[in-house]
């Protein structure tokens, strides 16, 4: 990453291995997160990517190894600690129907008030701080069954961003949202970086998760191949065998990032 190795990882994994429904998932993987990092998890399907992820959230059992957090292991975390340091946005919890985007948004407040609180006027500055960086404050008394799902998954965002963790996990964050409201989710999690936040996001379109990272990382059947700089990372033929295809840059005039184009490799 581009933190320094001698810094202390905020979060880390020690040689994790996860099954989910009794197949094991993930392989001994070994990684860490640092503070203020922008890091794209990427990987062809059905890789373990999501295991992942829920796994550095303290959300799924683990067959070998563990998770540190701030130094300690999950397990020495209570659930409301937890969640007040690390928020997980996934594209499959969008929330019941019923809920308007304002309260469920306002469900990201929980581990700071508790049960059976009503919100205080931090928290509701939180919510509507979210529902602003998101651009959905006009859905605020939107019900979610009556939204695109590109604004459920951005109401979803706002209630990640309204928890105020220190370390922000994404599984598929750009899913249901057109170009648009990509570039804003990405403008987004820069902000939320320059705060000082960790970002980890599971990431599709190789070429927008090199321009928006600075460190990448390659899961491929359940073992970690790869990681660095996305440039170092697209390059590499750990890169290539893992998605069977074969990259190649482009430096274009004018543009901040290179493009990148892939062509499928011959068997």
């Known amino acids: 990453m581009s933190t320094p190795a001698t810094a202390t990882p905020v979060l880390e994994a020690r040689a994790l291995s996860a099954a989910r429904g009794g197949r094991p998932v993930l392989h001994g993987v070994s990684f860490s997160l640092h503070a203020r990092a922008?890091?794209?998890?990427?990987?062809?399907?059905?890789?373990?990517?999501?295991?992942?992820?829920?796994?550095?959230?303290g959300?799924?059992?683990?067959?070998?190894?563990?998770?540190?957090?701030?130094?300690?292991?999950?397990?020495?975390?209570?659930?409301?600690?937890?969640?007040?340091?690390v928020a997980l946005v996934a594209t499959d919890e969008q929330g019941p129907a019923t809920l308007t985007v304002h309260d469920?948004?306002?469900?990201?407040?929980?581990?700071?008030?508790?049960?059976?609180r009503p919100l205080t006027g931090e928290d509701e500055q939180?919510?509507?701080?979210?529902?602003?960086?998101?651009?959905?404050?006009?859905?605020?008394?939107?019900?979610?069954?009556?939204?695109?799902?590109?604004?459920?998954?951005?109401?979803t965002l706002a209630r990640g961003l309204a928890q105020e963790?220190?370390?922000?996990?994404?599984?598929e964050p750009s899913a249901h949202l057109d170009v648009g409201h990509q570039l804003q989710l990405f403008r987004v999690l820069h902000e939320v970086r320059a705060r000082g936040v960790a970002v980890l996001a599971v990431v599709h379109d190789l070429g927008r998760a090199a321009a928006w990272a600075e460190h990448m990382a390659v899961l491929h059947e359940g073992r970690l191949v790869a990681e660095g700089p996305p440039d170092a990372?697209?390059?590499?033929?750990?890169?290539?065998?893992a998605f069977g295809v074969a990259v190649r840059r482009h430096a274009v005039a004018g543009l901040a990032h290179p493009l990148y184009s892939f062509e499928e490799v011959s068997s």
Request: net charge positive; aromatic share 4%; with cysteine.
């Open 104 to 116: 469920r948004v306002a469900l990201g407040r929980y581990p700071h008030r508790g049960p059976f």
């Open 38 to 57: 922008a890091c794209a998890l990427v990987g062809p399907n059905a890789t373990g990517k999501s295991t992942l992820v829920r796994a550095l959230a």
């Open 233 to 241: 990372v697209l390059a590499g033929e750990a890169c290539s065998r």
């Open 59 to 85: 959300l799924l059992p683990l067959t070998s190894g563990g998770v540190w957090l701030h130094g300690r292991p999950l397990s020495a975390w209570t659930r409301s600690a937890l969640a007040r340091i």
């Open 126 to 155: 939180a919510v509507w701080r979210g529902l602003r960086h998101t651009g959905i404050e006009h859905l605020a008394q939107r019900r979610l069954g009556t939204l695109s799902a590109g604004e459920r998954q951005l109401a």
């Open 165 to 171: 963790p220190q370390i922000l996990l994404l599984d």
